[in-house]
């Protein structure tokens, strides 16, 4: 069967990012999507005039802002819904994509094995804790087939439709829907790179970070609801 062409949307959650967005926007310039969607969760600072601001500079075809009840969840469902793409790549508004994103996706994509994938991921400023840290996130991944939306996952909307979307948790979001995509098909671990904010991990402290996702894991796969888990996870921007 001849392979055709793959049109991709990108489906970028956000609330109250402002300081990080401009730039993650400005990346997606040279990437030609076929379909950009920000979907807001009700922020209070400028994300949502930055966002119709940018998207319309940058002359995006379709580009969306949506608004959406909070949580990464509900707000990365809407998004999908708003689309008509063959492939729903989810963004974090800190993480710069690099600049293979698209031809990495589609060469991938072209083996029917896969249902979808995810990228490795660095930090900022790629040293110390921060390399450390990355490195063992992509070689958990890759070990493990789970990804986190952290490392752009993306997959085939059919696989995506088919599960019904992201389950409506608070946390824990991105575990959850592959955990149940492994049961459709593979997930490629691509080598190629995205950029992602060292913010968390500073503003808590590295070690304390580090427990508190361990712990947080844990409880998660021994069955403790993750909507006890959200009250220790906080929100850092």
């Known amino acids: 069967m001849r392979y055709m ?3 991709i949307a990108v489906v970028i959650p956000t609330l109250n990012e402002e300081r990080v967005l401009s730039r993650t ?5 040279q990437l030609r ?21 940018q998207l319309q500079g940058l002359s995006l075809h379709p580009a969306k802002v949506l608004v959406a009840e909070q949580g990464r969840a509900s707000q990365m469902n809407a998004g999908a819904r ?3 793409s063959d492939v729903l790549l989810f963004l974090h508004a800190d993480t710069l994509p690099p600049p293979e994103t698209r031809t990495e996706i589609e060469r991938v994509l072209k083996n029917p094995k896969y249902v979808g994938g995810r990228f ?11 390399w450390l840290i990355s490195r063992l996130m992509n070689w958990r991944s890759r070990w493990s ?6 490392q752009a996952l993306f997959v085939r909307r059919s696989a995506f439709d088919d599960l019904g979307g992201f389950a409506d948790l608070p946390l824990m979001e991105d575990i959850e829907l592959t955990r149940r995509l492994k049961r459709l098909g593979s997930l490629a671990a691509l080598r190629a790179t995205v950029t992602t904010s060292f913010r968390r991990w500073q503003q808590l402290g590295v070690l304390r970070t580090i427990l508190q996702m361990w712990l947080l894991r844990l409880l998660y796969w021994i069955g403790v609801p993750p909507s006890m888990l959200r009250h220790w996870y906080g929100t850092i921007r």
């Not at 926007?25 to 310039?29: A, F, I, Q």
């Not at 087939?145 to 952290?150: R, V």
């Open 120 to 130: 490795d991921v660095r930090f900022e400023d790629d040293r110390g804790w921060a």
């Open 145 to 150: 087939g789970i990804a986190t939306g952290d």
């Open 33 to 53: 999507f076929d379909e950009v969607v920000l979907v807001d969760g009700g922020s209070r600072d400028r994300t949502v005039s930055i966002a119709e601001g």
């Open 5 to 7: 062409p793959t049109s």
């Open 82 to 84: 708003a689309t008509r």
């Open 25 to 29: 926007l400005l990346s997606l310039r």
